[in-house]
């Protein structure tokens, strides 16, 4: 029978174009390396629901036998490489990577602007296995192997005689007008070790130590220090060496250490005495101090106080230093164990801590 299209009829099938709206997809399918439509994504997905669906009702539930069954009637995807490399191959990716670089360095920054001011008290790994720990209770309750104390900030300026006489015995943090800290170390471990210790300056605006005065009890031991003098590199004395017309009348801070050689007559009128005051010198531009305990043994305790405040009556004390921040630590290692240099992140850390600031 003759069909009434005879005179119509095309060699291949009319091309039908379909217009789609350009669509833009971070996770591309594709079969056989070729990028898929969404139709043909949707298409290949209800497929392999049916065939899973015909092959369970029929007794198959092997996850190989499914695939390999799909894959011959050619409903599978290609293998994806995974997210890691399509977010370095990408350039989203390399956007969002990028993005995340940049949160974690303002989470970086924000955390150490609030450990910003921060005294540190650190001991070495070798301490720590060694067993000694710290706290800043002479109970213990909280054993660490680090401690950290608040800034004593808006410090104004004051003199040596206006500090207090508990000074040494309070635990822990105890600010006022200076910074001040006492804190204990003891040896847990089994054996008897000796230690070093050092207190290091690690971070320094506006030359604020040329101002500030640094005073360390060791076991109630009291010694105090000063940047040298700025003329002379001598010791930074209050009054100055060859000033006998003034001197300190009442220094109630004497009394800590009445046999001391940092206190010394100037003159005497009467029943009155006028005292001098003969700091140490720092060890240098960035070390202040530093002791040794040669033998420690098991459970044995030693107790420290660290106290730094603005002595008023230094010459260097000026508006200039008004806003400047002074970073200190307390560093303790063993007897014989090398001082390993700092650099990279943990000396960028280092760097913006601060202990002590004048406003």
Request: hydrophobic share 40%; proline share 3%; with cysteine.
């Amino acid at each position: 029978m003759a069909s009434e299209f005879d005179d119509y009829k095309l060699d291949k099938p009319p091309k039908i174009i379909v217009e789609e709206k350009a669509q833009r997809r971070i996770f591309k399918r594709k079969r056989a390396n070729v990028v898929l439509s969404r139709d043909e994504v949707k298409a290949i997905k209800a497929g392999r629901k049916k065939l899973r669906k015909e092959m369970k009702a029929r007794g198959i539930k092997s996850k190989r036998e499914f695939e390999l069954t799909a894959g011959a009637l050619g409903l599978y995807f290609d293998k994806r490489h995974g997210f890691l490399a399509w977010f370095f191959g990408h350039w989203l990716g390399l956007l969002i990577g990028l993005l995340l670089t940049l949160l974690l360095t303002l989470f970086i920054f924000s955390t150490v602007q609030y450990m910003r001011g921060h005294y540190t008290i650190n001991m070495s790994a070798d301490m720590f296995k060694e067993g000694f720990t710290l706290s800043d209770s002479v109970g213990f309750e909280n054993p660490t192997t680090q401690l950290f104390a608040n800034p004593a900030d808006e410090a104004p300026c004051i003199s040596i005689s206006q500090l207090p006489l508990d000074v040494d015995e309070i635990d822990g943090e105890h600010n006022d007008n200076y910074f001040a800290y006492t804190y204990y170390i003891r040896n847990e471990g089994e054996s008897t070790v000796g230690y070093n210790w050092t207190l290091d300056i690690n971070a320094e605006t506006l030359g604020l130590s040329e101002a500030v005065w640094v005073i360390v009890f060791e076991d109630g031991e009291m010694r105090i220090h000063a940047k040298a003098n700025l003329e002379t590199g001598e010791e930074e004395a209050l009054p100055a060496f060859g000033n006998n017309t003034q001197g300190y009348l009442s220094l109630p801070i004497m009394d800590l250490a009445p046999d001391s050689d940092q206190f010394e007559v100037v003159a005497t009128q009467g029943n009155r005495t006028y005292w001098r005051v003969i700091p140490d010198k720092f060890l240098s531009d960035t070390q202040i101090a530093a002791g040794t305990q040669t033998e420690v043994a098991p459970m044995d305790v030693h107790k420290y106080t660290v106290v730094m405040y603005l002595e008023g009556d230094d010459e260097s004390a000026t508006d200039e230093l008004i806003g400047g921040r002074l970073g200190v630590e307390m560093n303790f290692r063993l007897v014989g164990e090398d001082v390993e240099e700092e650099g990279g992140l943990k000396k960028f850390f280092k760097q913006i801590f601060s202990g002590l600031e004048f406003k």
